[in-house]
C-alpha cells in the first residue's frame, strides 16, 4: 500500500509560460475573450467524468452528484456569467480623476486597441481629455 506518489510538475515553468502569454496578448478583444469561455465550458463538459473521478479519488470516495453540484455546476455557471456581462465589462468607462486635474477626463478601456488607461500615456503623465490639456499639449492658448 506504499505508493510512490508521481513527480511533482514542474511548476516554474508553468508560471513562466503563463505569464509569456499574458504578456503576449495583454488585453485581447472581446471575439478572441468569447472563444476563450467557450473552449473553456466545452472543457468541462467534455471532461464531466473524467473531473468526477478526481475528486472522487482525491477525497477517498465522493458521490458523483455531490462533484456535479458542488464543482461542476458552479464552474459552468461562473463561465455563463462571465460570457453574459463580458462586453458590458470591456466597455471604456470614466474614471476620477485627481483634483490637480480638475475640468478634465480620464477612461478605463479594456480593449485589443488600447494596451494601457486611456488618458495615460505612456510616459504616465496625464493626457486629459479638456480643451486646457489639448491646447497645452499642442502649444495653443486658451482664452
Given at each position: 500500500?506504499?505508493?510512490?506518489?508521481?513527480?511533482?510538475?514542474?511548476?516554474?515553468?508553468r508560471?513562466?509560460?503563463?505569464?509569456q502569454?499574458?504578456?503576449?496578448?495583454?488585453?485581447?478583444?472581446l471575439?478572441v475573450?468569447?472563444?476563450?469561455l467557450?473552449?473553456?465550458?466545452?472543457?468541462?463538459?467534455?471532461?464531466?467524468?473524467?473531473f468526477?473521478a478526481?475528486?472522487?479519488?482525491?477525497?477517498g470516495?465522493?458521490?458523483?452528484?455531490?462533484?456535479?453540484i458542488?464543482?461542476?455546476f458552479?464552474?459552468?455557471?461562473?463561465?455563463?456569467?462571465?460570457r453574459?456581462?463580458?462586453?458590458?465589462?470591456?466597455r471604456t468607462?470614466?474614471?476620477?480623476?485627481?483634483?490637480?486635474?480638475?475640468?478634465?477626463?480620464?477612461?478605463?478601456?479594456?480593449?485589443?486597441?488600447s494596451?494601457?488607461?486611456?488618458?495615460?500615456?505612456?510616459?504616465?503623465?496625464?493626457?486629459?481629455?479638456?480643451p486646457?490639456?489639448?491646447?497645452?499639449?499642442?502649444?495653443?492658448?486658451?482664452?
Open positions: 500500500m506504499n505508493a510512490v506518489p508521481p513527480p511533482m510538475p514542474d511548476y516554474a515553468s508560471f513562466l509560460a503563463q505569464r502569454a499574458f504578456a503576449a496578448d495583454r488585453n485581447p478583444p471575439p475573450r468569447r472563444e476563450r467557450a473552449r473553456l465550458l466545452r472543457l468541462v463538459d467534455e471532461n464531466e467524468q473524467a468526477v478526481a475528486v472522487d479519488a482525491d477525497f470516495g465522493r458521490a458523483a452528484h455531490e462533484t456535479r458542488a464543482e461542476l458552479v464552474t459552468r455557471s461562473a463561465i455563463l456569467y462571465a453574459r456581462h463580458l462586453a458590458r465589462w470591456m468607462r470614466g474614471v476620477p480623476t485627481t483634483l490637480t486635474r480638475s475640468g478634465s477626463k480620464n477612461f478605463a478601456a479594456s480593449s485589443a486597441s494596451a494601457e488607461t486611456r488618458g495615460v500615456s505612456s510616459e504616465g503623465l496625464i493626457s486629459a481629455r479638456s486646457a490639456a489639448s491646447a497645452a499639449t499642442s502649444g495653443e492658448s486658451v482664452n
